[in-house]
């Protein structure tokens, strides 16, 4: 069992770890052995005392000490190894698959993430947070970092594929989202109808694909984001903008740090704010492709669905709407609305909202920093439709790329993004969070 000489106890270790590469890779493997050791000789998480837990979070608690340690002499050695010297861009769930046959030890394999998918969120290892450990330390650098964010911006492989039959169509569903060309305006759906647009892996992938698919189509001037309607018997017939995470599929254990959680934040959502990073007429002077963006919000905005409009260019809500981030009561942290937040709203009105769960009704003085326009009655659609008209304009595009920078500059979005990788990892694994999706999953919206 792990103890005071269990891995990664002593300074010995750590020196290693912190020396050149090559003796650190095996002082890394070695003290990962050693964890794993420890973890193979104890029964399933399910099935452990308390003292078999305890031991098992020494044993993992030693290694992480070891790979942070690691990672804070090699991080960038670690990604020019990874991307070919910054030749190749790979994706994080990429990088997260060939970082273990690089550097053994340093995160799980597939074959652990593979186990760690088959079972409910209680009852895992937690190895996924060896990834957020990862990837924080590679964001955290200027070099990795940088690439790295760059290269979420690239357009997905099935956006691409799908690109010339969009072009020719002007329409695609891709399941969990459906994307209409109107003019010179793409109408993103979500129509999770049974599940009031919680998000999940699979819609994540279908909303970075959809959001690619309206910055690769030069037939479309801006993009408009909004809510199907409903199956689910409280909302039944009427549209939902989002209900935020799906907090069932995190109890499951179907909720990815990787493919969920950093995805969302640098891949779709970051390509609604800073664009697409692709080749075009322009890229000598403006490198991403970059259009404005309208949210029609219906009846409420929670947890991811607020996030969501904080990147928006322009946010149309129907008078009876909500929005609100309900991450205290969730345990979790709400993506990157505590950076944006601030800048929204300012510090005190972000506190009640975060830490105290306000919601915030369209109607409110308050919602004014959030919402454009409040519209009654049966005015959404001609009030939308507005919207996108006004802001498909070449000058609203220039302007809306100078606010961008202003607002978010992208050394600040990134050390934002470095510490939430590894606390949001931190934050899926902790007791108070599992006890809460456990509760959660099995209750009906409020």
């Not at 279908?206 to 001037?221: F, K, N």
Request: proline content about 4%.
């Amino acid at each position: 069992m792990a103890g005071t000489h269990g891995p990664g106890h002593g300074s010995a270790a750590h020196e290693e770890v912190a020396g050149e590469l090559s003796t650190a890779r095996k002082a890394l493997l070695a003290g990962a052995a050693e964890a794993e050791d420890v973890l193979a000789a104890l029964p399933d998480p399910a099935d452990r005392t308390p003292e078999q837990r305890e031991a098992a979070a020494t044993a993992k608690s030693a290694a992480r000490g070891l790979r942070g340690r690691f990672l804070s002499v090699h991080a960038d050695a670690v990604y020019e190894e990874l991307t070919g010297g910054r030749s190749r861009r790979p994706r994080l769930a990429e990088l997260a698959g060939a970082a273990p046959l690089a550097f053994p030890g340093l995160v799980p394999t597939a074959e652990q993430m593979a186990e760690e998918r088959g079972r409910a969120q209680g009852l895992k290892e937690g190895r996924e947070i060896d990834q957020g450990l990862l990837f924080s330390r590679l964001l955290e650098s200027p070099l990795a970092g940088r690439h790295l964010m760059d290269s979420m911006l690239l357009p997905t492989p099935r956006a691409l594929g799908l690109l010339a039959e969009f072009r020719r169509s002007g329409a695609v569903d891709l399941g969990s989202v459906r994307v209409e060309r109107r003019g010179s305006a793409a109408y993103l759906t979500m129509c999770r109808e049974d599940s009031l647009n919680a998000e999940d892996d699979r819609q994540v992938d279908d909303m970075e694909t959809a959001v690619d698919l309206v910055l690769l189509d030069p037939a479309v001037g801006v993009g408009v984001l909004r809510g199907g309607e409903m199956t689910h018997p409280r909302y039944r017939g009427r549209r939902v903008f989002s209900a935020g995470i799906n907090l069932k599929a995190l109890h499951a254990g179907d909720i990815s740090l990787v493919d969920f959680l950093l995805r969302r934040e640098l891949g779709y959502i970051a390509k609604l704010s800073r664009g697409l990073l692709v080749d075009h007429d322009g890229a000598w002077h403006s490198p991403t492709v970059v259009k404005p963006w309208v949210a029609a919000v219906d009846t409420f905005a929670i947890g991811g669905g607020a996030q969501l409009l904080l990147v928006f260019d322009r946010v149309v809500a129907a008078s009876d709407a909500f929005l609100s981030l309900p991450a205290a009561q969730e345990g979790i942290i709400p993506g990157v609305a505590n950076f944006r937040l601030q800048q929204a709203a300012g510090a005190r009105l972000s506190r009640q909202i975060v830490l105290w769960g306000r919601r915030i009704w369209a109607t409110e003085p308050d919602a004014r920093l959030f919402v454009d326009e409040v519209v009654e009655g049966d005015g959404m659609d001609r009030a939308v439709d507005a919207a996108a008209e006004r802001l498909d304009s070449p000058a609203v595009v220039t302007n809306r790329r100078m606010l961008r920078l202003a607002e978010e500059p992208q050394d600040a979005f990134r050390a934002y993004m470095a510490q939430f990788a590894v606390q949001q990892a931190l934050r899926l694994y902790s007791e108070d969070v599992i006890r809460k999706v456990t509760r959660f999953s099995t209750a009906h919206l409020s």
